[in-house]
């Protein structure tokens, strides 16, 4: 039986491809045909996300959508994480989640046996990607919390920016050298970077 293997990371900083190795071995135990691995840096919160969707394009009914936790696949809205599942039923896949072992029988399964263990796995993972929009929207909370106690502690206190990205300003500067009557418009367009940026640029270099 094949298998598509899903991989997410929210952040850049974070390794998506933390546990392929493990979903390998999972995959080669249970003598599933890995096809496909689909790794991405994207936040559960977003239904759109590149890789998910090439590989429910490429997967075929009866193949296998293997991740590791419910929270790797969904931290979605309980309307979004409905359309997803929809799809994913939609394609006739199975969906196994490595943490999950009653839905390793799905692996197998089939007949009367496959169609009551589907029925029990729908629940445990509706309510398990509803536990990850809950644990999500909570963390949320903390961190506005926190800048607000931050706030009213100090009035002046401001969050940390975003470093800069020394290779975009680079070219970005080149480009308004090589190109001096271009607006900021003109220039991001050019460069690839909002125009936002340019003008942040612009500001900073005329101070």
Same mark, same amino acid.
């Given at each position: 039986?094949?298998?598509?293997?899903?991989?997410?990371?929210?952040?850049?900083?974070?390794?998506?491809?933390?546990?392929?190795?493990?979903?390998?071995?999972?995959?080669?135990?249970?003598?599933?045909?890995?096809?496909?691995?689909?790794?991405?840096?994207?936040?559960?919160?977003?239904?759109?996300?590149?890789?998910?969707?090439?590989?429910?394009?490429?997967?075929?009914?009866?193949?296998?959508?293997?991740?590791?936790?419910?929270?790797?696949?969904?931290?979605?809205?309980?309307?979004?994480?409905?359309?997803?599942?929809?799809?994913?039923?939609?394609?006739?896949?199975?969906?196994?989640?490595?943490?999950? &072992? %009653?839905?390793? *029988?799905?692996?197998? +399964?089939?007949? =009367?046996?496959?169609? @009551?263990? #589907? /029925?029990?796995?729908?629940?445990?993972?509706?309510?398990?990607?509803?536990?990850?929009?809950?644990?999500?929207?909570?963390?949320?909370?903390?961190?506005?919390?926190?800048?607000?106690?931050?706030?009213?502690?100090?009035?002046?206190?401001?969050?940390?920016?975003?470093?800069?990205?020394?290779?975009?300003?680079?070219?970005?500067?080149?480009?308004?050298?090589?190109? &001096? %009557?271009?607006? *900021?418009?003109?220039? +991001?367009?050019? =460069?690839?970077?909002? @125009?936002? #940026? /340019?003008?942040?640029?612009?500001?900073?270099?005329?101070?």
């Amino acid at each position: 039986m094949n298998a598509h293997l899903y991989l997410r990371a929210s952040t850049k900083d974070q390794d998506a491809n933390r546990a392929k190795t493990s979903l390998e071995a999972f995959a080669a135990e249970k003598s599933l045909t890995v096809v496909g691995i689909y790794a991405e840096n994207i936040s559960g919160t977003k239904l759109n996300r590149p890789e998910l969707m090439k590989l429910l394009e490429a997967a075929q009914p009866g193949d296998v959508l293997l991740c590791e936790s419910v929270d790797r696949l969904s931290r979605l809205t309980q309307a979004e994480w409905g359309t997803l599942k929809a799809a994913i039923e939609a394609k006739g896949l199975r969906l196994v989640v490595m943490t999950l &072992p %009653t839905t390793h *029988a799905l692996i197998q +399964a089939g007949g =009367v046996e496959g169609a @009551v263990m #589907t /029925v029990i796995n729908n629940m445990l993972v509706d309510l398990m990607a509803a536990m990850a929009r809950i644990d999500q929207d909570a963390r949320v909370e903390r961190i506005k919390q926190g800048l607000y106690n931050k706030r009213v502690a100090d009035p002046d206190w401001k969050p940390a920016g975003k470093g800069k990205n020394a290779e975009l300003w680079k070219k970005v500067q080149e480009a308004m050298v090589k190109h &001096p %009557t271009m607006n *900021a418009d003109e220039l +991001a367009k050019l =460069v690839g970077c909002g @125009v936002a #940026t /340019v003008y942040r640029i612009k500001r900073e270099l005329k101070a």
